[in-house]
């Protein structure tokens, strides 16, 4: 009796090599108790970064992830405080992706609140001119170089 193709070594290894599998494999090792001496670890240990029970196997997360997969995107957790889910992630340009890290330097102007780098991008003034501008006690009206 021959085997399903299921059963198959093939369909077990089909994806090994590929980038999805490579994204999948590094959210489970950043996650991974058993890394708890390595560097990269220690960034998602101390806030509880888990994966979700779903995604342990590889063939759920490119169930919930391929739809909207491309190749030139990164994995990004929506809310940097949750784990990874099909909830809490999703496919993100470099750019986007820095714009929701946990330590950039968010402005208030204008009763909205964006990363300084989202301001510059909209106003097409370099940000670390914006930086220093504010940072010698400029307003952000003025460092914005809206007056």
């Known amino acids: 009796m021959s085997k399903t193709w299921k059963e198959c070594n093939l369909y077990k290894h089909w994806y090994t090599g590929s980038k999805i599998h490579w994204v999948w494999k590094r ?8 890394n708890k001496h390595k560097k990269i670890y220690q960034h998602y240990a101390w806030k ?4 979700c029970e779903r995604w342990i196997e590889f063939e759920k997360f490119y169930e919930d992830m391929w739809p909207t997969y491309e190749e030139w995107l990164t ?3 929506i809310n940097n405080s949750l784990g990874y889910s099909p909830e809490n992630c999703r496919w993100s340009t470099y750019k986007q992706q820095q714009n929701n890290r946990t330590n950039n330097r968010r402005i208030a102007y204008n009763w909205e609140t964006k990363t300084l780098q989202a301001w510059a991008d909209e106003i097409w003034i370099d940000r ?11 307003t952000i009206k003025k460092a914005f170089n809206l007056i």
Do not use: L
């Not at 670390?128 to 400029?138: E, F, H, M, V, Y």
């Open 48 to 51: 509880w970064i888990k994966v």
């Open 27 to 34: 959210i489970r090792q950043r996650c991974n108790p058993a």
């Open 75 to 77: 994995i990004d957790r």
């Open 128 to 138: 670390r001119k914006i930086s220093r501008r504010i940072d010698t006690g400029w």
